[in-house]
């Protein structure tokens, strides 16, 4: 089945306790994107990768870091996870960024930082 | 910059009401138009989506027309069902950016009563 996975699906943790939340597809797509949903201002993307070994930052990069060192894998990675981070998170995919292509949404990871 | 303003919710109706979800965009380029949906607990799926103007976008008995004009793509459906119950998110893809993100409102969420 076609599908982006997110690990893990809830996480509770502290203020500055590293942390990595894994995103992977299954579709051979070249286009990954991260992006948090925060009530009353939608999604916003954080970081994208058009390929292997290319990243870039999106709106809200700030905290955030990530890797792209196989095509199907696009972890995102918080160093020194901060309240402000508390958020739910997506990660997507596409075959490629173009006109009118679909993006496939994993399920999400909610990440509480107290 | 970019940015899409939908109808804050939620949208409260009976089943077989019709349903309106407006939806304006500001955009630099020629942008493709889409509407995702998110059910409880799940990632967005892609509803619909419209490239040119004119375009009508349309699945499950939803519809949306491209409105250049107005700078417009709004969601209907003549007879929602309890089913529909979902929050619906209005986005864009500018050429501009290279089509290397989406741009999303802030989502309205319909609630359908039997």
């Known amino acids: 089945e076609a599908q982006v996975t997110q690990n893990p699906r809830y996480l509770i943790t502290v203020t500055g306790k590293k942390l990595t939340v894994t995103c992977s597809q299954n579709?051979?797509?070249?286009?990954m994107s991260w992006y948090r949903q925060d009530p009353g201002l939608g999604l916003r993307q954080i970081y994208y990768?058009?390929?292997?070994?290319?990243?870039d930052k999106g709106d809200v990069p700030e905290g955030y870091k990530v890797s792209r060192k196989e095509k199907r894998n696009f972890p995102l990675i918080l160093e020194s996870p901060s309240p402000n981070q508390t958020s739910l998170y997506f990660c997507?995919?596409?075959?490629?960024?173009?006109?009118?292509?679909?993006?496939?949404f994993g399920p999400g990871t909610r990440l509480t930082v107290t | 910059g970019d940015s899409v303003t939908q109808m804050e919710g939620p949208v409260t109706l009976s089943e077989e009401a019709f349903l309106t979800i407006n939806c304006t965009y500001t955009?630099?380029?020629?942008?493709?138009l889409f509407w995702y949906v998110q059910y409880p607990g799940e990632g967005l799926q892609l509803l619909l989506k419209?490239?040119?103007?004119?375009d009508k976008g349309s699945n499950k008995g939803f519809e949306a027309t491209y409105r250049k004009e107005t700078t417009s793509f709004h969601l209907e459906k003549g007879s929602v069902q309890v089913s529909d119950s979902a929050v619906y998110f209005c986005?864009?893809?500018?050429?501009?950016?290279?089509?290397?993100?989406?741009?999303f409102g802030t989502g309205t969420r319909l609630l359908v009563s039997p």
């Open positions: 997507a995919s596409s075959l490629y960024p173009g006109l009118a292509i679909e993006q496939y």
């Open positions: 579709m051979n797509h070249e286009y």
């Open positions: 990768s058009m390929n292997v070994e290319v990243t």
């Open positions: 955009a630099t380029g020629y942008p493709s």
């Open positions: 419209a490239t040119k103007a004119d």
């Open positions: 986005a864009l893809s500018d050429p501009g950016t290279g089509f290397q993100k989406l741009v």
